[in-house]
């Protein structure tokens, strides 16, 4: 069955460190390229970061050079590591997972994680 978890938020102070976890599963087909959003109260849903099966990175100008997306095939992870956080990085963050058969092929299907809160407050 199709899951994706997030995992790893949590209240910490400004400039504290943080790293969120999202696990996915797409029945047979592998993961493919996997995004991180966030979405503030009352904002609209962001996109944070991008990696895909290859390893290209692409991140939001509000986080380049303090967040680092990374992956661990063997574990079905993507990890978001937080650094220098702001008050601004409050929010819902999600993890979306795009699953296919092979990175030769488009993805079949896309699924979204429940979220987990981050709040950077003193």
């Known amino acids: 069955q199709v899951q994706v978890v997030e995992s790893g938020g949590g209240l910490v102070q400004p400039g504290d460190s943080l790293t969120l976890s999202c696990t996915a599963s797409?029945?047979?087909?592998?993961?493919?390229?996997v995004e991180w959003y966030r979405q503030a109260p009352g904002e609209q849903r962001e996109l944070v970061a991008t990696?895909?099966?290859?390893?290209?990175?692409n991140y939001a100008d509000s986080v380049k050079g303090r967040f680092t997306i990374s992956r661990d095939d063997a574990k079905n992870t993507v990890y978001l590591q937080m650094n220098s956080l702001k008050p601004e990085d409050t929010a819902v963050y999600y993890c979306?997972?795009?699953?296919?058969?092979?990175?030769?092929?488009?993805?079949?299907?896309?699924?979204w994680g429940q979220g987990t809160r981050v709040t950077v407050s003193s």
């Open positions: 990696i895909t099966s290859g390893g290209i990175l």
């Open positions: 797409g029945g047979i087909f592998g993961i493919r390229t």
């Open positions: 979306h997972a795009e699953f296919g058969p092979s990175q030769w092929e488009d993805s079949v299907f896309d699924s």
